[in-house]
Nanobody, 117 residues
């Protein structure tokens, strides 16, 4: 089992920056891929960025060039650096971890980001 706890969500003005953090604990050695998802108000949850154990990253088109996903060397902390935030980025942001070995799919509780004009 893997436990994920997000933090860093806040109210920020459009054009501003914010960094989200996801602390992972438990069987973190089994994790193959970590990701950030978000769920805007009234919409479905969407994938915005992924990072593999090898450091390969992939981003949703709408956040490319503005968001950066990264992990620390111990691979127990996931980050999402967000810049040039827009009102469309308002959402609950979720951390996700997947383990192919144990077929695990783990989620955090989410952290709220609100971008105001």
């Amino acid at each position: 089992q893997v436990q994920l706890v997000e933090s860093g969500g806040d109210l920020v003005q459009a054009g501003g920056s914010l960094r989200l953090t996801c602390a992972a604990s438990g069987d973190i050695v089994s994790i193959n891929v970590m990701a950030w998802y978000r769920q805007p108000p009234g919409k479905e949850r969407e994938l915005i960025a992924t990072i593999t154990n090898g450091g390969y990253t992939h981003y949703r088109d709408s956040v490319k060039g503005r968001f950066t996903i990264s992990r620390n060397n111990a691979k127990d902390t996931l980050y999402l650096q967000m810049s040039t935030l827009a009102t469309e980025d308002t959402a609950v942001y979720y951390c996700n971890a997947k383990s192919l070995l144990v077929a695990g799919d783990y989620w955090g509780q989410g952290t709220q980001v609100v971008v105001s004009l």
